[in-house]
């Protein structure tokens, strides 16, 4: 697998401390679970967590989640394919963000 130099840059900023990565999924069917969610990525390397976002309220799920590998570089694994379907939908992956790097000040 050839990596361009952004790439890799992208990779070591979502990297945590400890070399994991936290990506954010979207466009979750509201039947995906987080075992079902950690089913399919693990396909690319060990899943440290799999969690899909559920209303507090209703237990619904928000439609979105987070994974987590313990390797960055299944993380970029996963970045690389276009396309990704679980439970019958199409969804989105990117780096999760964390929320204090989107405050502008």
Request: glycine letters at 8%; zero cysteines.
């Given at each position: 697998?050839a990596?361009?130099?952004?790439?890799?840059?992208?990779?070591?900023?979502?990297?945590?401390?400890?070399?994991?990565?936290?990506?954010?999924?979207?466009?979750?069917?509201?039947?995906?679970?987080d075992?079902?969610?950690?089913?399919?990525?693990?396909?690319?390397?060990?899943?440290?967590?799999?969690?899909?976002?559920?209303?507090?309220?209703?237990?619904?799920?928000?439609?979105?989640?987070?994974?987590?590998?313990?390797d960055?570089?299944?993380?970029?694994?996963?970045?690389?394919?276009?396309?990704?379907?679980?439970?019958?939908?199409?969804?989105?992956?990117?780096?999760?963000v964390?929320?204090?790097?989107?405050?502008?000040?």
């Amino acid at each position: 697998m050839a990596t361009s130099r952004s790439d890799s840059i992208d990779v070591v900023s979502a990297a945590n401390g400890n070399g994991s990565a936290k990506l954010f999924i979207g466009g979750l069917s509201y039947d995906t679970t987080d075992a079902s969610l950690t089913r399919y990525f693990e396909s690319y390397g060990n899943v440290a967590s799999a969690v899909v976002l559920r209303d507090p309220s209703t237990l619904r799920s928000r439609g979105f989640g987070f994974v987590t590998f313990i390797d960055a570089n299944s993380a970029s694994d996963v970045l690389e394919v276009q396309m990704h379907t679980i439970d019958g939908r199409k969804v989105e992956a990117k780096f999760a963000v964390p929320r204090y790097r989107n405050i502008q000040k």
